[in-house]
């Protein structure tokens, strides 16, 4: 008789488990599909508003992560635990990564803790400045989130809003007094991210803030490039003759874009003015890059990356004095450079001030030779009519 009591105690054990299994999982699920009636009854009935389904996850988290304001606000109501961790996350990590601003606000102000971190050391102002939603920034930031936390692989929010092009949530960052210098450890800076993604817009406003922080001169970023030959290659002129004024070396070689000087940058992007500018400012016409190539080879090969208006810089470095004949590694020329580059309207700026069309190559090849390979018959015309005059 004793044992057959202990058997259906055991049962009953197991059927109110079952039950309030059963229950949890209902909650989760309709907090989850924002059925707020169902998550309201079940409250009533009894379940917890800390429940978990069988995979962990907590209603609070799945109504916070879809953006169900009514859900989260009756489990909230109910008591439930605003800085629950599941996988070491939090519902604010839910709300505020999927972008949803009004659940961030209740949550914050229902006691969420704002600088909690998850497994990886990154923080909720983390995933909102990764996914750029500047409202939810301005909430954690106003709640105190730290704008200079770093995960635990040394990234900072800056870095991170940075490296997602998230304009708006940087200039934020920037004004609530987020470290320009931060770096994780490899000597990269927001600065760096920008650069690297052609984020034009992003390294305008770092090398700005760079230079409100007193860091200018000839500081590399990445152990590569310096803010004078980034913001050459960006065409910033303002923020160059900021640089110039500040003491930045004019001459300095910037390993990020080949050992180029800034003078080499510009010429290459074609920034007619901010080649102007460093001409005027005592530009080395004839330093070499790494490469062997000098600021007038580069303005003629720009055309081969789709930048219009290399004529006008290779006319305002003749007129500077380079030299139209200088040879750079291997022997090449800018007229070499031109025919490589296809660049018919360089080709015949270059011809017209004398370029020597007979000139050859450590290999012995000529300009021709180089517009014959590329296959380019009007600059073989062109060239083969200069050659016979």
Known sequence: MRRTWNVILLLFVFFIAAVHGDA???????????????????????????ARDREGRFALTRAAGNGHIAA?????????????KRNERTA??????????????????????VNI???RGDTPLMKSASGGNIGIVRALVADGADVNARSNFGTSVLIIATANRRTEVVELLLQEGADVNVSPGDGSTALTQAAIR??????????????????????KFNEDATPLVLAAQFGFHDIVADLLEAGSDINAKSDYERGKTALMAAASEAHLDTVRLLIDEGADLETLSRYGTYALMEAAL??????EGSGEVIRLLLRAGAD???????????????????????LRILIDTGSDVDAKDE?????????????????VNMLKEAASD
Do not use: C, P
């Open 302 to 307: 720009s055309s081969q990356s789709f930048v």
């Open 24 to 50: 949890d999982k209902d909650l989760v699920d309709a907090a989850w599909r924002g059925q707020t009636d169902k998550v309201k009854a079940l409250l009533e009935a009894g379940a917890s508003a800390n």
């Open 92 to 113: 604010l990590f839910s709300a505020a990564y999927e972008g949803h601003f009004e659940v961030v606000e209740l949550l914050l102000d229902a006691g969420a803790e």
């Open 72 to 84: 989260v606000k009756l489990l909230l109501d109910a008591d439930a635990d605003v800085n629950q």
């Open 324 to 346: 139209v004949n200088a040879k750079g590694k291997f022997g090449l020329t800018s007229l070499m450079a031109a025919a490589y580059a296809r660049d018919l309207g360089a």
């Open 117 to 119: 971190k998850d497994g």
């Open 363 to 379: 290999n012995g090849m000529t300009a021709l030779g180089y517009a014959e390979a590329q296959g380019q018959s009007e600059a």
């Open 198 to 219: 052609n984020y034009s817009e992003g390294v305008g406003i770092l090398l700005r803030a760079h230079l409100d922080a007193g860091v200018y001169k000839d500081k």
